[in-house]
C-alpha cells in the first residue's frame, strides 16, 4: 500500500497553519502547542526541536513520548470522515490532531478539548 503523502510532510510545515487557524478564533499559539504537548508527550523544547529540525508527521509520532491514552475519546469527523472509523493507525493519530485543533478554533474550552472532565 502506498504511503499517504501527508506521512512525509514535515510538521513545521503544516504547524503554521494550525495555528493561523487558531489565531483567526482569537486563540493562541500556546493553545495549540499545549494540545500537541497533551495528545504526544513532547515537551515545549522536544516540540520545538522536532519542528526546528522538519520532522515528518511519520517520525513525529512514532517518536512521541507518550501518546495520551485519553486520545481515543477524541470522536466526530474530520474532513468527512469519522476518525472512529480510521483504521490506519497514522492517519488516525493525524486526524486526532486536526480534530483537537478544529475544537480549539471552534471556540471549545481547553480543559473540554484535553478531555479532562
Known amino acids: 500500500m502506498a504511503k499517504h503523502r501527508i506521512y512525509t510532510t514535515s510538521v513545521a510545515s503544516v504547524y503554521p497553519h494550525y495555528v493561523?487557524?487558531?489565531?483567526?478564533?482569537?486563540?493562541?499559539?500556546?493553545?495549540?502547542?499545549?494540545?500537541?504537548r497533551?495528545?504526544?508527550?513532547?515537551?515545549q523544547?522536544?516540540?520545538?526541536?522536532k519542528l526546528a529540525a522538519g520532522t515528518d508527521f511519520e517520525t513525529f509520532f512514532a517518536e512521541a513520548?507518550?501518546?495520551?491514552?485519553?486520545?481515543?475519546?477524541?470522536t466526530g469527523t474530520?474532513?468527512?470522515?469519522?476518525?472512529e472509523a480510521i483504521e490506519e493507525p497514522l492517519m488516525r493519530e493525524i486526524r486526532y490532531l486536526d480534530k483537537l485543533i478544529d475544537?480549539?478554533?471552534?471556540?471549545?474550552k481547553m480543559e473540554k478539548i484535553l478531555r479532562a472532565g
Do not use: F, H, Q
Not at 497533551?38 to 515537551?43: A, H, S, V
Not at 523544547?45 to 526541536?49: G, H, P, Q, V
Not at 474530520?78 to 476518525?83: A, H, K, L, N, S
Open 38 to 43: 497533551w495528545l504526544t508527550g513532547y515537551r
Open 65 to 74: 513520548p507518550a501518546m495520551n491514552p485519553a486520545r481515543s475519546a477524541i
Open 20 to 36: 493561523a487557524k487558531a489565531e483567526k478564533k482569537r486563540r493562541t499559539k500556546a493553545e495549540v502547542d499545549e494540545i500537541i
Open 45 to 49: 523544547d522536544e516540540l520545538e526541536a
Open 103 to 108: 475544537e480549539l478554533a471552534k471556540g471549545r
Open 78 to 83: 474530520i474532513c468527512g470522515v469519522r476518525i
